[in-house]
């Protein structure tokens, strides 16, 4: 349908189906996340939202369970990452829904913030690269991709009450580099944070909806709510918001009674304290005619609302009645969410144990080897058709022997939804095991290595309460590592998690939410069929290293404001600029390949480095460059800033070209006068393994 045809259909509504457009409605099959109405006298259909930035969840429904986005963006390829985001494209589709509410863009800002892992980085020049890869993916296959949650919603401690207090330096520099990737990718909608900024709601602010995100940008599709996100209907509609949601009574998203009205939700008060107020939620379905009636809201902002809900549905061929065909759970897809596991398989240390031999004797240890780790809890949760645990996996590619032992009780996953249903966080525990650390010591001293796996939790809605990991699994690490000479140990987490016994193993292995391959993946990289060409997109580093560590100001806020103080200063940019050793830096990875990095030059714009491949074993390298500012600069800026990659394979004995494009911004600052500048000088190009492994420079004069 054309442009023209869509503002004739706007033309045609009356008040009331405007309103309709533009909140959400009680879905009649009970499928859809979010399910705007159609109007049926004028043959446009409903437009269905699904949750997906793991794979796509329709409650009851199974789909394929791809990693989480942050083991994603640990491969450093965002040709893989547009690949996936397609393949949710066509699940999504295979789901007859019309909208994906995903992927999420936020900075990792707060190492615990409990929804770290469905986001992709603390670099704002490697979160865009994935938000616009997975964007192209998603609108690829004629389905809305929705980024989300705009702006600065960096934690679930307090995320619907607290403002952020943020430099407009710090917004332009890292929080909003990834939308703006995003829409420029083709983003069809986009999804407010609840938090303020600045002191204005977000699903409110005029400035960065009205201005930023559709003035300079351009930006010409729907900007839909977070759930129960807005309070003032008028000033959300000005403001610059075009779709409330969910536009039912919070007893309609919950189990049990459906007709229940709005009122206080029994919860625990750590859930409580990052979940919505329903009860101030003014909907649109109730207030937003009268509004635009007595003139309070202008009838060309309606019109425009409704809009650009109906251009959305136009460009995904829904107006005209196609509808790209989808697929879920397909060989295909199946095989994508192995590749994406093993690719983004970070090898943190090795002291020569991996990759394990095939007739060695095995003692596979910790409390969840016999389970898949799918994901966090919340809305990105899905459930598999298939899956494969680390039991079964190593078990059966091993051509030695492999004992499991538990060691300790199962590491529980906590959900947002099962504490919503009135699940005892403390009392989950329904496994029939009474595992004893002695006996998973006793496998462990009979065997040529012990692989040991740990993980921890997280949920939307509620943060961690810290680094560590969560039980006695510390304890049972090191007890392993005393018990036997040679240990290997299997982390899945979140984000990032302190390691306080990495000197007492002999190799780690950061497997993150791999999904429903995690098993088979994990045996490919232990094995060495697979290469952990992985590279970290967190830092990892003790708690009190990073910024927002130690400052309540700074986390979780003080009297409903949360102050970045820190500035541009966020993960490797804080710790390099104080001087602080990381555990492991930002695009840490080892190979069992050996690299070296011959030469590189500068040729309009982009870097070109040869890198060798020094061994016997093919391998994939991952390609890092980083700008330095000249000395004498007059404005404070991180020692080191990535300012590009590049993921290549590089057979054995064999060199290879990467080309790596320097960022838009690579060398300026923002100024809240003059916008981006270019402070002049001589800057350092630092190619190299991670933030802080060099390995060639060059020099580039501005």
Known sequence: MSERSVRDLVDELTLEETVALTHGASDPSDRATGYVRGIERLDVPPLRMVDGPLGVRVPGEEATAFPAPLALAATFDTDLAETHGAALGRETNGMDADALLGPGTN?????????????????????????????????????????KHYVANSQERYRASVSADVSERALRELYLPSFRAAVDAGAGSVMTAYNGVNGTRMSDHARLLRNVLKGEWGFEGYVVSDWFGTEDAAAAANGGLDVEMPGVPMGEMLPGDADAEDGPVEMPEELARGMPDAASCERFAEVLAERVRDGTVPDARLDDMAERVLRQLADIGRLDGSRTEGAVDTPEHRRLARRVAERATVLLK?????????????????????????????????????????????????????????????????????????????????????????????????????VVCVRDTATEAMDRESLRLPGRQDDLVEAVADATDR???????????????????????????????????????????????????????????????????????????VHYDEGVFVGYRHLDREGVEPTYPFGHGESYADYEYVDADLADGTVHVTVENASECDGREVVQLYVEPPEDGEVERPPRELAGFASVEVPAGERVEASVDLAEHAFDVYDEGAGWTTPPGEYALVVGRSSRDARLELAATR
């Not at 615990?112 to 998603?138: C, K, L, M, W």
């Not at 791999?514 to 088979?520: I, L, S, Y």
């Open 350 to 450: 090795n002291d020569g144990v991996l990759p394990l031999a095939d007739d060695a004797a095995v003692a596979l240890v910790g409390p969840n080897v016999d389970a898949a780790v799918l994901g966090g809890g919340g809305s990105s949760e899905t459930t598999p058709v298939v899956q494969s645990t680390p039991a079964d996996a190593v078990t059966s590619r091993a051509d030695g022997p492999v004992s499991v032992a538990y060691g300790l009780p199962p590491v529980e996953a906590v959900s947002m939804f099962d504490l919503l249903e009135g699940a005892d966080e403390e009392t989950a525990d329904a496994s029939t095991r009474d595992p004893e650390m002695a006996d998973a010591l006793a496998a462990a001293a009979e065997a040529d290595v012990a």
């Open 487 to 561: 240990t290997v140990v299997v982390v899945n987490s979140s984000g990032p998690v302190e390691l306080p016994w990495r000197d007492d193993v002999d190799a780690v292995v950061e497997n993150w939410y791999p999904g429903q391959a995690h098993g088979d993946a994990l045996a490919a990289v232990l094995y060495g069929d697979a290469d952990p060409s992985g590279r970290l997109p967190v830092t990892f580093a003790p708690e009190s290293a990073y910024p927002t560590s130690g400052d309540e100001r700074r986390y979780p806020g003080e009297d409903g404001v």
């Open 107 to 147: 900075l990792i800002r707060v190492p615990q913030n409990g929804r770290n892992f469905e986001y992709f980085s603390e670099d704002p020049v490697h979160s865009a690269a994935f938000a616009a890869a997975v964007t192209r993916g998603i609108e690829s296959e004629d389905v809305v991709a929705t980024p």
